[in-house]
């Protein structure tokens, strides 16, 4: 795919920025931190969350309202109600909101919501989902399916792309492999490799790509380094009692200690880290 005669849509003739607010563009010379539980749970959580990470240089906020639980049993997501707490968070604290959506019907009331659409690894190749969100404009934050090849993520991102939404975000988020010892393998060569196929930003999850608290400073400062344009992170206030993904969720504290700490990192490859309440002080 990647030589062929098709020119695609991502083609990488030039880098693109995604507007995910007023204040918060993906792709631009500014590194975007997104964060937040795996879950949205309660009015009060979100709230911790988002009081906690509006002190340091986070620009979005994350949580889950329709979740794909591996068990049908599992708790799958507060829905509507979720929906209205994260409205009430991003207009409190002024956080653009980036939520998923897994099925058709869910985008309408997701995107009247929120300000960016997530589409889960496992639905990265539901096309039909992916051609409805190519006949919206809001941008698309598209993560790597459990096991797919770079060329089934780019043409996943062209279903979308060709049907008219050009604001489309890719996320490395780990893939399978044979180790249990992490949930997945976070494939930093798909980034650079994404950068240099593509003109899209492309973030990293390293919660989901390593599904153990401990190893996602290190990780996220090792995507920074790579040129990644972003992170999407997991964090909760009370990191141990997280609905979904307890194992990789990080304290808040640590979670500001981490986006601190990346700041020399994103100086290093000559970018900093996007600080959207400073900018909208100034404006
Ligand atoms: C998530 O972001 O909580 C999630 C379910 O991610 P993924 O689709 O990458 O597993
Ligand atoms: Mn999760």
Request: with cysteine.
């Amino acid at each position: 795919m990647l030589d062929a005669k098709l020119t695609l849509k991502s083609h990488p003739q030039h880098r693109s920025s995604i507007q995910v607010s007023s204040q918060v563009t993906i792709g631009g010379k500014a590194i975007v931190v997104i964060g937040g539980p795996c879950t949205v749970e309660s009015l009060d959580q979100m709230e911790q969350v988002a009081r906690s990470l509006s002190t340091v240089s986070v620009s979005a906020l994350r949580g889950g309202v329709y979740k794909p639980r591996t068990s049908p049993y599992a708790f799958q997501g507060a829905g509507i109600e979720g929906l209205r707490i994260l409205a009430s968070v991003r207009e409190q604290f002024g956080l653009p909101v980036v939520t998923e959506v897994m099925a058709i019907e869910q985008i309408e009331p997701v995107a009247s919501y929120a300000d960016m659409l997530q589409i889960g690894s496992r639905n990265m190749q539901n096309f039909e989902l992916l051609k409805a969100l190519g006949r919206i404009n809001k941008p698309i934050l598209l993560k790597r399916g459990l096991a797919a090849t770079l060329e089934e993520f780019v043409m996943a991102a062209e279903y979308i792309l060709s049907h008219g939404n050009p604001n489309v975000v890719l996320c490395e988020r780990g893939i399978r492999s044979f180790d249990p010892y992490t949930r997945n393998v976070l494939d930093l060569g798909a980034v650079v490799a994404l950068r240099q196929l593509t003109h899209l930003p492309v973030i990293v999850d390293p919660s989901h790509a390593t599904g153990k608290r401990e190893l996602v400073a290190d990780l996220a400062r090792a995507a920074i380094a790579c040129g990644a344009d972003g992170l999407i992170i997991e964090c909760h206030p009370n990191p141990d009692l997280s609905v979904s993904d307890a194992r990789q969720a990080l304290s808040l504290s640590d979670m500001a200690d981490l986006v601190r700490s990346l700041e020399p990192i994103a100086a290093a490859v000559d970018r900093q880290i996007l600080n959207s309440k400073a900018l909208a002080m100034c404006s």
